[in-house]
């Protein structure tokens, strides 16, 4: 995927196409920041550009805590 300009606005079929990438490699196991990293672009963009594609997103993750018994 090639680097995008921080800041210039992508639009239209180059937007779609963009999610397409994106969300193929999120559902493979990608991170959104591991995302962000490889195109050059903010957290915040990826996540959103993500929600517009419909793509369900993971969890936080980690441990969680549970009440002991």
Request: without cysteine; charged residues 35%.
């Amino acid at each position: 995927m090639a680097d995008l300009k921080k800041g210039a606005r992508i639009t239209g079929a180059t937007r779609e196409k963009l999610a397409t990438d994106l969300k193929k490699k999120y559902e493979k196991g990608a991170s959104i920041r591991a995302l962000a990293d490889s195109t050059g672009r903010s957290y915040g963009f990826i996540h959103r550009v993500l929600s517009e594609a419909g793509v369900t997103l993971r969890g936080r993750g980690g441990a969680t805590r549970t009440k002991k018994k």
